[in-house]
Nanobody
Framework: QVQLVESGGGLIQAGASLRLSCEAS????????MGWFRQAPGTEREFVAA????????SYADAVKGRFTISRDNAKNTVFLQMNSLKPDDTAVYYC?????????????????WGQGTQVTVSS
């Protein structure tokens, strides 16, 4: 089992950058594929980005491709989401998630463990 704690959210102006972190506790963090999801008020939780346990593969939602970068440091049990050129539409609660099993996932049901979320608000 793994516990996930996100940090780094906040209020920021459009066009600026922000980096989210997700620290994992528990065993075998390096064996989990990791993902970031987000949920804005009144909407479904949506996929943002994922990274394989080796860091060799990444996947991004079309809405963030070219602006966001997911990375991980297995020695520090941490996954990051670097967000550049932020837009008001990026405003949401951002969740970190861990997946056991084969391949990265792009849907909420693919993931076994979730953090509590961190709020990102982008003002225009």
């Amino acid at each position: 089992q793994v516990q996930l704690v996100e940090s780094g959210g906040g209020l920021i102006q459009a066009g600026a950058s922000l980096r989210l972190s997700c620290e994992a506790s528990g065993r075998a963090f390096g064996s989990y594929h990791m993902g970031w999801f987000r949920q804005a008020p009144g909407t479904e939780r949506e996929f943002v980005a994922a990274i394989s346990w080796t860091s060799l593969s990444t996947s991004y939602a079309d809405a963030v491709k070219g602006r966001f970068t997911i990375s991980r440091d297995n020695a520090k049990n941490t996954v990051f989401l670097q967000m550049n050129s932020l837009k008001p539409d990026d405003t949401a609660v951002y969740y970190c998630a861990a997946r056991q099993g084969y391949g990265m996932g792009r849907t909420s049901s693919d993931y076994n463990y979730w953090g509590q979320g961190t709020q990102v608000t982008v003002s225009s």
